[in-house]
Nanobody, 130 residues
């Protein structure tokens, strides 16, 4: 069983930055696909960044490409979502998800679209407003 706990959400002004953390338990983060997703009320959940096993290939949504990055600390078994140049439309509930199916970021992104990513955190809220 994989446990995921997000933290680091909050309120920030447009143009600001935040770093979200996803603490992973029960599995080595290097053996997992890790993805960050955003849910806005009334809209479908959006895959933002999905990193493949051992960093093999990373999928980026067009909405965050060039502004958001993912990083892993294997020693801390923690994934990070670094968010820069934040916009009001970036507001939402951010969740990390994990998939032990070994593969590239593109492969794991496809699995997320299919709705078969098995492990999810509870989410952390991000609000971007003046």
């Amino acid at each position: 069983q994989v446990g995921l706990v997000e933290s680091g959400g909050g309120s920030v002004q447009p143009g600001g930055s935040l770093r979200l953390s996803c603490l992973v338990s029960g599995y080595s983060i290097s053996d997992l696909c890790i993805g960050w997703f955003r849910q806005v009320q009334g809209r479908e959940r959006e895959a933002l960044i999905v990193r493949g096993t051992s960093g093999t290939d990373t999928y980026y949504s067009d909405s965050v490409r060039g502004r958001f990055t993912i990083a892993h600390d294997n020693a801390a078994n923690t994934a990070y979502l670094n968010m820069n140049s934040l916009k009001p439309e970036d507001s939402g509930l951010y969740s990390c998800a994990a998939d032990p199916s070994r593969g590239s970021g593109g492969y794991c992104y496809t699995r997320s679209v299919m709705g078969v990513i098995p492990y999810w955190g509870q989410g952390t809220q991000v609000t971007v407003s003046p």
